[in-house]
Nanobody, 119 residues
Framework: QVQLVESGGGSVQPGGSLRLSCAASGSLFSITAMNWYRQAPGKQRELVATITRGGSTNYADSVKGRFTVSRDNAKDTVYLQMNSLKAEDTAVYLC?????????????WGHGTQVTVSS
């Protein structure tokens, strides 16, 4: 089992920045990748950024060059630095962990944190 708790959301003006945090606990040794998703009202959940156990990162085209995913292994925390925020970035942001145990993948979710970009 993996438990995830997000924090850092809030309201910001267009062009502003926020940093989201995802604190993980539990069977962390089984985690193979950490992901940030977002879900806006009336839209499908979107994969925003990924960081693998090996440190590789990947981003949705819509956030490339503006968002950066990173991690602090000492704190068991993954971050999403969001710069140059746009109104269309408004969504609930959810942390997700992909874990592998006995050759089976498991997915764990946090409860999400709201990000609102508005003037």
């Amino acid at each position: 089992q993996v438990q995830l708790v997000e924090s850092g959301g809030g309201s910001v003006q267009p062009g502003g920045s926020l940093r989201l945090s995802c604190a993980a606990s539990g069977s962390l040794f089984s985690i193979t990748a950490m992901n940030w998703y977002r879900q806006a009202p009336g839209k499908q959940r979107e994969l925003v950024a990924t960081i693998t156990r090996g440190g590789s990162t990947n981003y949705a085209d819509s956030v490339k060059g503006r968002f950066t995913v990173s991690r602090d292994n000492a704190k068991d925390t993954v971050y999403l630095q969001m710069n140059s925020l746009k109104a269309e970035d408004t969504a609930v942001y959810l942390c997700n962990a992909r874990a592998n145990l006995f050759a089976m993948d498991y997915y764990y979710w946090g409860h999400g944190t709201q990000v609102t970009v508005s003037s």
